[in-house]
């Protein structure tokens, strides 16, 4: 009986093993330079690419761009005072399309350090509005598109357009990777094997 029990232990262990490594938490990673990210953005352009994280998931919890660099702002006036023009803030944006609603982030700066760029580095989550999801992207491709951008003014322009530099372009996902084939084929026969193997007593002399 104490064998027996000791046998059932074993495989129980085992299936608890299997069943955490087949759904485990994880993070992903790529860099987007190495998919061809240009480093300077401005009005006059903006940069789009299939990307594949070589994973595919059962659960996408959050995506976040890690990027950094340096914001220039843009010199604005208002219409009823053209002769005083001012620093204003322009972005950095990335959006991996709609589902069915845009899922964006962006980072705004350059006004408070003109003319000289404003450093930023930061983990930017892409927003998921209500009745959104990442069922798009579980088999591990999509697109991103990022881009410059300026604020919307009601009661004035932009006279001078920024720009914003990246050092670092980094997409990353949080969420539970499925497991290749092989992986489950080796791990399932891994309990076969000790369904199978003889408990061997050994004797003190």
Request: hydrophobic share 40%.
């Amino acid at each position: 009986m104490r064998r027996k029990n000791e046998r059932k232990a074993i495989i129980v262990t085992v299936l608890v093993c299997v069943f955490i490594t087949l759904a485990y938490a994880d993070t992903v990673q790529l860099d987007l330079f190495s998919v061809g990210c240009p480093s300077l953005f401005d009005t006059n352009n903006s940069w789009s690419s299939g990307i594949d994280l070589g994973v595919q998931f059962s659960q996408i919890d959050s995506v976040y761009m890690d990027w950094a660099g340096e914001i220039t702002a843009g010199l604005a006036i208002y219409y009823d005072d053209p002769n005083n023009p001012f620093p204003m803030d322009v972005s950095i944006a990335a959006s991996l399309g709609s589902n069915p609603w845009p899922r964006a982030t962006k980072v705004w700066g350059g006004e408070e350090t003109y003319p000289e760029p404003e450093p930023f580095s930061s983990l930017s989550e892409f927003s998921l509005l209500s009745g959104s999801s990442w069922s798009d992207l579980l088999d591990g491709q999509g697109t991103i598109t990022i881009g410059y951008g300026k604020a919307i003014m009601t009661n004035g322009n932009y006279i001078e357009d920024g720009f914003v530099t990246l050092t670092d372009a980094t997409l990353v996902v949080d969420g539970i990777i499925v497991p290749e084939p092989s992986t489950v084929l080796l791990l399932t026969a891994g309990i076969v094997i000790v369904r199978r193997k003889p408990f061997i007593k050994l004797h003190h002399f």
